[in-house]
């Protein structure tokens, strides 16, 4: 059986396309793609404290691995939001496949056109530029009591209740404790 000579340089042009595509085009998208690593993403679960009761909503969810596992091991509702149509499309066939698709809901889209009033939970891993882009969409929908969690970038402007230097994770509480406004301030007080 003869082999096209064309076959291997087309299936190795066509792998070094779509793995550029996953990586590098989300760049057109606003934000790279680098997904969190696994320590980090639980690290984001735990310090959530979540609880059944919770929705969870992961902004930039890339493949899901955060929702995914909150959903699993914590049994919350998550709501996963992504701007890119591949990783869209991946989130789409794991949540089919998930054991239970009913608690999961996808968002195709501009993060910051979302309300989070509905979140107990936030989760985050975008870059500075969004980050402060994204902090009033949070101050003028997150209720009160709500978590943010982030991965590598704080958000401008407010003080973590917790740092974890060993995976960079930040946590927040809305209202930031201690203000009873609401307003949250750069000095920490």
Excluded: K
Aim: positive net charge.
């Amino acid at each position: 059986m003869a082999v096209d000579p064309y076959l291997l340089p087309l299936v190795l042009f066509a792998v070094v396309a779509v793995v550029g595509y996953f990586v590098f085009a989300s760049f057109l998208f606003g934000a790279g793609y680098q997904p969190t690593p696994r320590g980090a993403a639980l690290e984001m679960l735990r310090l959530a404290e979540l609880t059944p009761r919770d929705t969870l909503y992961d902004l930039g969810a890339g493949t899901g691995a955060l929702i995914f596992r909150a959903v699993r091991i914590y049994r919350v509702r998550a709501v996963g939001v992504e701007v890119e149509p591949i990783r869209f499309l991946v989130l789409r066939i794991r949540r089919a496949l998930a054991p239970d698709p009913s608690r999961i809901v996808l968002h195709w889209g501009n993060l910051f056109a979302l309300d989070f009033a509905e979140a107990s939970v936030v989760a985050t891993f975008l870059w500075p530029g969004a980050m402060d882009r994204l902090r009033p969409r949070l101050e003028a929908s997150l209720r009160p009591g709500a978590r943010v969690v982030s991965h590598c970038h704080a958000i401008p402007g407010w003080t973590p209740e917790v740092h974890d230097a060993r995976t960079d994770v930040y946590l927040y509480r809305w209202p930031e404790a201690g203000r009873a406004d609401g307003a949250a301030t750069t000095d920490g007080s």
